[in-house]
């Protein structure tokens, strides 16, 4: 079976960086879609970014120009470069792996595979 695993999040100051990283077991992780999403207290989980199998990503308007998506196949990781993070940001950022077939992967019910979860809280 599938599992995820978020690890990076922690406690930084409005404009740092951070990098989140997410670690899949499972032999799919090559030809899956993975997004990173994000839920704040009180607020609907968020897509912020999203890579597909051929490196394709895609952005909220929120972060684009601040972060970053990328993977590395062969260490079964997708990562998340955030970069001049704002107090907003502070959410608990999950990673998900994309079921074997959907359209545009801008849902949560697209994913069949979710991380429990790493907690970025920016100071300001």
């Known amino acids: 079976q599938v599992q995820l695993v978020e690890s990076g999040g922690g406690l930084v100051q409005a404009g740092g960086s951070l990098r989140l990283s997410c670690a899949a077991s499972?032999?799919?992780?090559?030809?899956?879609?993975i997004g990173w999403f994000r839920q704040a207290p009180g607020k609907q989980r968020e897509l912020v970014a999203t890579?597909?199998?051929?490196?394709?990503?895609n952005y909220a308007d929120s972060v684009k120009g601040r972060f970053t998506i990328s993977r590395d196949n062969a260490k079964n990781t997708v990562y998340l470069q955030m970069n001049s993070v704002k107090p907003e940001d502070t959410a608990l950022y999950y990673c998900?792996?994309?079921?074997?077939?959907?359209?545009?992967?801008?849902?949560?019910?697209?994913?069949?595979?979710w991380g429990p979860g790493t907690q970025v809280t920016v100071s300001s």
């Open positions: 998900a792996q994309g079921r074997y077939y959907s359209s545009n992967y801008r849902r949560t019910d697209e994913y069949g595979y």
């Open positions: 499972g032999s799919t992780f090559s030809i899956s879609h």
């Open positions: 890579i597909n199998s051929g490196g394709m990503t």
